[in-house]
């Protein structure tokens, strides 16, 4: 079983950034689909970033494109997502979410963590 734990979330001014990560205890995440996903307050939970396990390549929703960043670290026990350029629309609850040999994410994937919170205001 896959336990994946977030942190880095945090207080943040309109224009700054935060990098969050999200540890998987005890496994490799070589053969995992890894989503990065928010819930922003009164609003449902989005997809924001989708890494591929099946062939390697990261996808971002439009909302994060170009200022969002995935990354897996060497170990490949971590990811980390990168934000910049941070906006009051991006505050939410963020989670990461896991799932074997996933080429895609989804609200339905099996592994999820319990979230790191992001307030962006000035």
């Known amino acids: 079983q896959l336990q994946l734990v977030e942190s880095g979330g945090g207080l943040v001014q309109p224009g700054g950034s935060l990098s969050l990560s999200c540890v998987a205890a005890?496994?490799?995440?070589?053969?995992?689909?890894i989503g990065w996903f928010r819930q922003a307050p009164g609003k449902e939970r989005e997809e924001i970033v989708c890494y591929s396990s099946h062939v390697g390549s990261t996808t971002y929703s439009v909302s994060v494109k170009g200022r969002f960043t995935f990354a897996r670290d060497a170990a490949k026990k971590t990811v980390h997502l990168q934000m910049n350029s941070l906006s009051p629309e991006d505050t939410g609850f963020y989670f990461c979410?896991?799932?074997?040999?996933?080429?895609?994410?989804?609200?339905?994937?099996?592994?999820w963590g319990k979230g790191t919170l992001v307030n962006v205001s000035a």
């Open positions: 979410a896991g799932e074997g040999y996933a080429n895609t994410c989804h609200e339905n994937m099996s592994y």
């Open positions: 005890g496994h490799n995440l070589d053969y995992y689909g």
